[in-house]
């Protein structure tokens, strides 16, 4: 069996992450093959396809959101996905398990829970949103008219996790504001839930954008459990590797994996990136040290990373002040100067789409450790 060193899977990842060399694909096509882009945030993803697409233009994804083509909600571990509109309608049923799983252990909601009809209140709460959009909390109003010994909050969480309600426009429109305010997926795209959707579609598709991976890094990407025997009935179909650790890597036989040496040029990650988040094992794209210092920044709070030689060897954010935008590199290391031209250059352009009518800096700080 191959084995694959860290660095030729972090170059495999890149590559199928477009993260190698920009591509020229659509918006539309860069988020199917991603199957995704993680969006709690609202902007992050336009910072995601800047980094990998030839040419994107915030508007370009803007205009998949107000016609439909793609849409936001709760997808794999739990969290907003951006995702085109054919995939919601895939993905939803196939991650239901783990949403179901959230309405019994969740500690701020379960225990207020415990005793309701969910079936009863996902109808009920289907049928107010077929009557118009709602925020959380007109929906939780709404539901608590019915449930009044239960909480809005703990009502409105409990119909996003037992129905997919997309999050529609002006929501997360480049250059436009709005808090969530929810649909039916079925109502919003007139279409139904895949009916006929397959984990091992699901599994295929991780690893196109994700792999060559093992069954516990499909698991943390998808939030999903008991994929071994899915993956099992797959074997015929797949390539087998080895990790240096010697676990077993599986791939799609045809997917790219570029040599360990292949150069990667730096890259800007966007906050949540799912880059970071959808493998058990990171040490593809950073060190134990740069994942400690990347998700202990602040709880709940993802920063975006730098990628020098395809690993993760700081962050940046963008300052906005009395006209001027100022992009911050904190780097865990010391970084070359080529590496540091190369960051200054793509990261002018990067606020040229960020804060295009302002003054715009580039600076570097070092990160103590």
């Known amino acids: 069996m191959q084995v694959l060193s860290t660095r030729a899977l972090n170059r495999a990842l890149l590559a199928r992450q477009f993260l190698l060399r920009r591509v020229k694909v659509s918006p539309l096509a860069a988020v199917h093959h991603l199957v995704g ?12 396809l800047w980094s990998r697409l030839h040419g994107f233009a915030p508007d370009d994804l803007g205009r998949l959101l107000l016609d439909r083509s793609a849409v936001r909600l709760a997808l794999m571990r739990g969290t907003v996905h951006l995702v085109t509109a054919s995939d919601s309608l895939f993905l939803r049923p196939l991650v239901q398990p783990l949403l179901d799983r959230d309405l019994r252990t969740n500690t701020t909601h379960a225990g207020a829970l415990k005793d309701l009809d969910l079936g009863r209140l996902a109808k009920e709460a289907r049928a107010i949103l077929a009557e118009r959009a709602c925020t959380g909390a007109e929906l939780g109003k709404a539901l608590a008219t019915r449930w009044p010994e239960s909480t809005p909050a703990a009502l409105a969480h409990a119909a996003r996790g037992l129905l997919p309600l997309v999050q529609i426009p002006p929501r997360a429109v480049w250059g436009r504001s709005g808090q969530p305010v ?7 795209l007139g279409r139904p839930l895949d009916a006929e959707a397959s984990a091992e579609e699901l599994v295929r598709r991780y690893l196109a954008a994700f792999g060559p991976a093992t069954v516990n890094d499909v698991q943390a990407w998808s939030g999903l459990t008991r994929l071994n025997e899915v993956v099992d009935r797959m074997r015929p179909t797949l390539a087998i590797f080895a990790t240096e650790a010697g676990q077993e890597l599986f791939d799609l036989p045809d997917a790219p994996r570029p040599a360990a040496d292949t150069p990667a040029p730096p890259r800007f990650i966007a906050e949540f990136d799912n880059l970071l988040l959808s493998h058990a094992d990171r040490t593809r794209v950073m060190s134990e040290d740069s994942r400690k210092r990347v998700f202990g920044v602040r709880n709940g709070v993802f920063p975006g990373t730098v990628l020098v030689n395809g690993f993760v060897r700081g962050t940046w954010k963008i300052a906005n002040q009395r006209g001027s935008a ?4 904190e780097a865990f290391d010391r ?14 352009r990067l606020l040229q789409v960020a804060s295009p009518d302002t003054t715009h800096e ?3 700080n070092a990160v103590s450790g």
């Not at 929810?182 to 919003?188: D, F, R």
């Open 37 to 48: 882009l993680q969006a709690q945030a609202p902007f992050p993803p336009y910072f995601g």
């Open 326 to 329: 100022t992009l911050t590199v």
């Open 335 to 348: 970084i070359s100067k080529k590496d540091t031209d190369a960051l200054e250059t793509s990261g002018r």
């Open 362 to 364: 580039v600076r570097f």
């Open 182 to 188: 929810y649909a039916t997926a079925e109502e919003w």
